[in-house]
């Protein structure tokens, strides 16, 4: 037996080679697994993509210099509005509770829905192929249904209110629930749920103990997110009928009082700020510091070890000791914060039911309003429009998504990095990029691209811009959040062996965040689509400008062909999103 710290026969040569030598031993032992063409085949087409919207970019022809020098049309545009007015105190604090108690409602109402259909969709935990593909169809279908679209058909088969709103908002918001809650069961440690099925659970189990536990933070954080999303909605809807702020922002621009119009537009930016700061207050108080790795709880059922090497039930309180004291635990400070914000939580719920006076009879009478809503949307047709002249808006659609797409990578990337707590350099810079990305998204896309076509005029630029700078805020927060959830054990190591932040960042993060950073890019392409139609409505370029005609002239069945042209879209972005997720994880 060699004695430890004995040297070999190679580290006898004296010629330097014993480290050459282990080197090449190592590398015959592990091998580098050669990259699969189907990898290669996903690498390219992603860079297809990126160079299509840099083509895209460059056709769009945004000109800085030029849009400084059309300033003066916001200028001349401001001087004829006048000083900002608003609604009545009580009118204007009724308009926003309403607003927002449609908004919860509906959002609420996607999120219950969307945790059986996200079940089938995941491949980890679907019954078969064919439930998976049926669940994810469903999903991409809510989602290329606009909303807006969708409380068109609501308005006619129910009565003007916040009813068409709610119901609007809650399918659309399927679309992205149920995939990003589909998105965090593929991605869960199979181990507790395998552990659960070897001990003979059931598949409730399985989901309640080994699936809930781990996929509840990213849940909570996809369902405050979409919320905000939904809030910015609510102004689109408006101009379809919807009570709240949006309906009243709608009329003041149809009867040209544009000081009312701003000064409401403004009061939904502040609102959409204040209901973003609220949410991250919500988040990080259910989810805890620990909220990259593991439920409230997981911690409160199995809390973590500390850095000495005690049992686990030192850190456990006294009435976490055994189940029967377990129940008759003592009210602490902390369990009465946690109980008096869960009876909040309902009670703003039920307030938020109570505030959208919904007409419930609706759902009984609306069934013999079906086939005729249903006749005027099918069969689908382009009617007076000449079919080249709307796949030629549809192109120039999906030009303006992949150039605002691209146009937001790294500024979110950037943005996103900063704001995440496990690579910011210090709490001052993650601040910073959190206020900049709370900012941002709490500017409508739809009152920025009003704003844009002001000073830059009718047409595709002013929808880029529009979309470019709100998809900042989205796939930065996405970005931040995907880095935080991260497993720190690697960055740790690395720090350990003296790696620079920088290095760190590159080699531990990122490729860790890889998956969720191609999946969020691809959520960025498939909502800037959605996006880049609606903004057509103000003169954003695009297939927009036929569906706001189409829709004004009641000739829904040109709507339905401009959706199916959208849905056709959104499914091979699906598709490709799909494929390249399965291709690099």
């Given at each position: 037996?060699?004695?430890l710290g004995a040297p070999t026969d190679s580290a006898t040569r004296g010629d330097g080679s014993a480290h050459r030598g282990g080197g090449a031993t190592?590398?015959?032992?592990?091998?580098?697994?050669?990259?699969?063409?189907?990898?290669?085949?996903?690498?390219?087409?992603?860079?297809?993509?990126?160079?299509?919207?840099?083509?895209?970019?460059?056709?769009?022809?945004?000109?800085?210099?030029?849009?400084?020098?059309?300033?003066?049309?916001?200028?001349?545009?401001?001087?004829?509005?006048?000083?900002?007015?608003?609604?009545?105190?009580?009118?204007?604090?009724?308009?926003?509770?309403?607003?927002?108690?449609?908004?919860?409602?509906?959002?609420?109402?996607?999120?219950?829905?969307?945790?059986?259909?996200?079940?089938?969709?995941?491949?980890?935990?679907?019954?078969?192929?064919?439930?998976?593909?049926?669940?994810?169809?469903?999903?991409?279908?809510?989602?290329?249904?606009?909303?807006?679209?969708?409380?068109?058909?609501?308005?006619?088969?129910?009565?003007?209110?916040?009813?068409?709103?709610?119901?609007?908002?809650?399918?659309?918001?399927?679309?992205?629930?149920?995939?990003?809650?589909?998105?965090?069961?593929?991605?869960?440690?199979?181990?507790?749920?395998?552990?659960?099925?070897?001990?003979?659970?059931?598949?409730?189990?399985?989901?309640?103990?080994?699936?809930?536990?781990?996929?509840?933070?990213?849940?909570?954080?996809?369902?405050?997110?979409?919320?905000?999303?939904?809030?910015?909605?609510?102004?689109?809807?408006?101009?379809?009928?919807?009570?709240?702020?949006?309906?009243?922002?709608?009329?003041?621009?149809?009867?040209?009082?544009?000081?009312?119009?701003?000064?409401?537009?403004?009061?939904?930016?502040?609102?959409?700020?204040?209901?973003?700061?609220?949410?991250?207050?919500?988040?990080?108080?259910?989810?805890?510091?620990?909220?990259?790795?593991?439920?409230?709880?997981?911690?409160?059922?199995?809390?973590?070890?500390?850095?000495?090497?005690?049992?686990?039930?030192?850190?456990?309180?006294?009435?976490?000791?055994?189940?029967?004291?377990?129940?008759?635990?003592?009210?602490?400070?902390?369990?009465?914060?946690?109980?008096?914000?869960?009876?909040?939580a309902v009670l703003v719920v039920v307030g938020s039911v109570v505030v959208s006076q919904i007409n419930w009879m609706d759902f009984f009478t609306f069934?013999?309003?079906?086939?005729?809503?249903?006749?005027?949307?099918?069969?689908?047709?382009?009617?007076?429009?000449?079919?080249?002249?709307?796949?030629?808006?549809?192109?120039?659609?999906?030009?303006?998504?992949?150039?605002?797409?691209?146009?937001?990578?790294?500024?979110?990337?950037?943005?996103?990095?900063?704001?995440?707590?496990?690579?910011?350099?210090?709490?001052?810079?993650?601040?910073?990029?959190?206020?900049?990305?709370?900012?941002?998204?709490?500017?409508?896309?739809?009152?920025?691209?009003?704003?844009?076509?002001?000073?830059?005029?009718?047409?595709?630029?002013?929808?880029?811009?529009?979309?470019?700078?709100?998809?900042?805020?989205?796939?930065?927060?996405?970005?931040?959040?995907?880095?935080?959830?991260?497993?720190?054990?690697?960055?740790?190591?690395?720090?350990?062996?003296?790696?620079?932040?920088?290095?760190?960042?590159?080699?531990?993060?990122?490729?860790?965040?890889?998956?969720?950073?191609?999946?969020?890019?691809?959520?960025?392409?498939?909502?800037?689509?959605?996006?880049?139609?609606?903004?057509?409505?103000?003169?954003?370029?695009?297939?927009?400008?036929?569906?706001?005609?189409?829709?004004?002239?009641?000739?829904?069945?040109?709507?339905?062909?401009?959706?199916?042209?959208?849905?056709?879209?959104?499914?091979?972005?699906?598709?490709?999103?799909?494929?390249?997720?399965?291709?690099?994880?």
């Open positions: 037996m060699t004695a190592v590398a015959e032992r592990a091998p580098r697994r050669p990259i699969s063409p189907e990898r290669i085949a996903a690498s390219l087409t992603l860079v297809a993509l990126v160079v299509l919207g840099i083509i895209a970019v460059r056709d769009v022809d945004i000109s800085i210099p030029a849009m400084v020098q059309s300033w003066g049309n916001a200028e001349n545009f401001m001087a004829r509005v006048g000083g900002l007015s608003f609604p009545e105190p009580a009118d204007l604090a009724w308009l926003i509770a309403l607003t927002v108690g449609l908004v919860l409602v509906g959002t609420l109402l996607a999120a219950v829905l969307s945790v059986p259909i996200a079940y089938l969709a995941a491949s980890n935990t679907t019954p078969g192929n064919g439930w998976r593909a049926a669940a994810r169809f469903i999903g991409v279908l809510t989602r290329a249904l606009p909303d807006v679209v969708l409380a068109m058909a609501f308005v006619l088969m129910f009565s003007l209110g916040t009813l068409p709103g709610i119901l609007a908002i809650g399918i659309h918001s399927i679309g992205m629930i149920s995939k990003m809650f589909a998105d965090a069961i593929e991605q869960i440690d199979e181990g507790p749920r395998l552990a659960i099925r070897a001990a003979g659970g059931s598949k409730m189990q399985e989901f309640t103990a080994g699936i809930l536990p781990q996929v509840l933070p990213s849940w909570v954080a996809t369902v405050l997110h979409r919320n905000d999303i939904n809030l910015r909605g609510s102004v689109v809807l408006g101009y379809v009928g919807v009570a709240g702020l949006g309906l009243e922002m709608s009329y003041a621009f149809k009867s040209l009082n544009y000081g009312k119009g701003l000064g409401i537009a403004l009061v939904i930016f502040i609102l959409c700020i204040a209901m973003e700061i609220v949410s991250s207050m919500v988040r990080g108080a259910m989810l805890g510091e620990q909220k990259h790795t593991r439920s409230w709880i997981d911690r409160l059922l199995h809390p973590r070890l500390g850095d000495r090497a005690t049992p686990v039930s030192a850190d456990r309180p006294a009435w976490a000791s055994s189940p029967q004291t377990a129940v008759r635990r003592p009210w602490t400070a902390q369990r009465v914060r946690h109980t008096i914000a869960g009876v909040v069934w013999a309003k079906l086939p005729d809503v249903a006749a005027r949307f099918w069969p689908p047709s382009f009617g007076n429009y000449d079919a080249s002249a709307m796949f030629q808006a549809m192109r120039e659609t999906i030009a303006i998504a992949l150039a605002a797409t691209v146009l937001t990578l790294l500024p979110s990337l950037l943005l996103g990095s900063l704001a995440a707590r496990n690579v910011a350099p210090n709490s001052g810079a993650r601040g910073t990029a959190r206020l900049l990305l709370v900012g941002i998204r709490g500017i409508p896309e739809l009152i920025l691209a009003i704003v844009l076509v002001v000073i830059t005029g009718l047409g595709a630029q002013a929808g880029v811009i529009a979309l470019a700078i709100g998809g900042i805020g989205l796939l930065g927060k996405l970005i931040a959040d995907s880095f935080e959830e991260v497993d720190r054990g690697p960055e740790r190591a690395l720090r350990a062996v003296g790696a620079t932040r920088l290095q760190t960042y590159a080699s531990a993060t990122v490729p860790q965040g890889m998956q969720a950073l191609i999946g969020h890019s691809f959520y960025m392409l498939d909502t800037n689509i959605r996006a880049a139609t609606i903004l057509g409505i103000v003169g954003g370029g695009g297939v927009g400008y036929y569906l706001l005609n189409a829709s004004q002239g009641s000739r829904y069945e040109t709507v339905t062909a401009i959706v199916l042209m959208i849905l056709a879209t959104v499914l091979v972005v699906e598709g490709l999103a799909m494929w390249m997720r399965k291709v690099f994880r």
